[in-house]
């Protein structure tokens, strides 16, 4: 049995608006005027829209990234902290620091920076963890990324970012191809995530070498 | 800072969009039958790219950046991908109607093909000046129509030898091919790096 | 209510047309991008297919609801201001009240608002046919596009990680297929589901090459 045409009897063939057969040019330009306005009005509602909605999710945003970083800034620092008092520990135990055009923080004898660098579809963000004499990378966090997910996006993995532990901040990273990392400044890629593993490498280095022109400067 | 040009080139070839990020294949299944169907679609959004990726950069450094309205950049692309593809199939039907008639169909469904959209979104994550722009998205659109064409040339060559099994015909085998060649343009990668 | 009666109603075919004849992914061919990047693993498969079931099925309700005044000429630039719109809403509306879901949806936000899927059945249904029916419509597609993904996932994942939702079930023995967790395998991968899926649909093949 054919089956019945799928459109609704109100609507034409392919357009929303009913279109008369006899069209004299004056409502012909009142009809393309009026789809104009439709567009136009939609695309200023659209827009107000979505203005209502960044201010809306605004401040939580802005809440939800201090959280985020200062709990990750602790843990990285091996600071015990609460849901509760985080923000206090992180007042007692962290100071913040600039210098040389750039902020950081020093906690207990660690300094440590934000990074936030481009990816292969979107920015990373993390920080980056170095010890005392400044020479060595004690830890690598990704807070924020956009990779591929299930291959670019297991840069995120502490499993991962537990393989830059120890290696040198004194010279640029490099990633290691076709071999297993064993020099102090390469770092191992995630198989079939070579560009991903690449920008975060680019991004930590870089970070590293400001961090470090910063943190030298001394503490302000 | 990169060369325009060697983003140009790395564009259709080692970061070929759809072969290297799989981006805009909807439109390179379906229209990857014939080689000058896909040559001509290529052409077609080879001509709208040239033309949208440097609109959407103008657009995103000189309106959205300075009133900090970057959260509309995907809404502005797309109105803009959208109507731009409009005006140009207007002004194409009213000052070259012959070259209008032989895109026909082509130049809407252009607004779909995600590669543009995603061009957009590169230069902005990439934060390319002008230049860089141009090139990076005349060779995007060059660098798509190169890979739908290559499946279509394949393709036609099956067409003659006849041996595909019944239900892997069409899109099937295209997926066969199109993920051959894909695994090919692996071995481009990390060649030069255009991010 | 007699439920043999209850498939031959204009609602269930409506729906099951979508779902399992014309599915998204092999019949109609749409979301082919989005399904050979996204099901690689079982969770993001899990994520991406609910994120475009509940994006197609309130977008295409959102067309047909405006379907009387939206201008013939200008369809498509309609179809993505008001479904990239409702997207970028519900993002900033996860971003403030669930960021931890927010992050890990993160990359998928685009891979949603321009999945074909969402344009393909405003245009094709949405815009001549009811609020009821279009809801119906875009959940079927969407939830073929789901299963689609589910399945492929569920292969790609054994074999390219040798884990099941992260959880390790192949012996640590087993070479696992690292070119098929890349978006560059999962063509074959979608190639043979093709196949199969043609096969069981009972789909006429198409014409040579």
Redesign the interface.
Known sequence: MKERKESDPAAQRSSGRAESKTQNPKSKILKKLLDVVFIVVLGVVSVALLLAAQSYSAPAVARFRETRLKTNVLSAAGIPWTKDDFKQVFEERVKEQSGAGSTWFAADSLVIAEFKGRGLWGMIEGIVVLDSSLTRIVAVRVLAQEETPGLGDRIKEPSYLATYRGKTAEEPLELAMRHAATEPNEVDAITGATLSSQALVSVVTSSVSRLRTAAKGGAQ | MLHPLIILVAAVFTHNIALSYLIGMCPMLAMSRRVDTAAGMGVAVTFVLALIGPLNWAIYRLVLVPTHSEVMAFLVFIIVIASAVQLVEMLMGRFFPALHSSFGVFLPLITVNCAILAVSLFVMLREYNLWQTVTFSIGTGIGWGLATTIIAGIRERLQLVGDVPADLRGAGITMVIAGILALAFIGFSGMVAIQ | MNLRKLAYTRPW??FIAGFFKENAV?YQ?????ST???S??LE?AI??GLGVVFVVTISSALISV?????????????Y???T??FV??VD??L???F?LIS?QL???V?LI??N?IV?GRQEA?A????VGLSLLDGLGSSLSYFYTLLILAFIREILG?GTLLGARVTPESFPVW??I????????M??IF??VF??AAK?Q?????
Request: charge should be positive; proline fraction near 5%.
């Open positions: 075919r409506v092999t061919l749409l979301g082919l991008c050979l990047a996204v690689n693993k993001n994520a991406m405006l379907r009387r005044w939206i201008p013939g000429q200008y369809r498509m630039i309609t993505m201001i008001v990239s719109t970028i809403i900033q509306f971003k403030a009240n960021p992050a993160g990359p998928y685009g608002i321009t074909c344009m249904f815009i001549k046919n009811g990680f690292v070119v967790t890349m978006a560059q395998g999962a063509w074959f979608l190639a093709y196949w043609r096969r789909l093949p198409a014409e040579q090459g």
